[in-house]
């Protein structure tokens, strides 16, 4: 989920995580992205993305 480090999308993650969901949480800082991942409870595993850029995103008609 988008937004999952910090306020109502962490919240939500953190909530879902604990209810037995799997969350993929999508962070822009990989810093908050992974403190996120630490505090939701459950098996936590974690791979880093390096970020797109506008350069390397496809460009509409």
Not at 43 to 49: C, F, K, L, R
Request: net charge positive; hydrophobic share 35%.
């Amino acid at each position: 989920m988008t937004g999952a480090n910090r306020g109502l999308g962490r919240e939500i993650a953190r909530q879902l995580a604990a209810r037995g969901h799997d969350v993929l949480v999508g962070s822009r800082d990989p810093a908050a992205g992974e403190r996120t991942a630490v505090e939701c409870p459950g098996e936590t595993t974690g791979t880093a993305v390096p970020p797109a850029t506008r350069a390397a995103a496809p460009q509409a008609p």
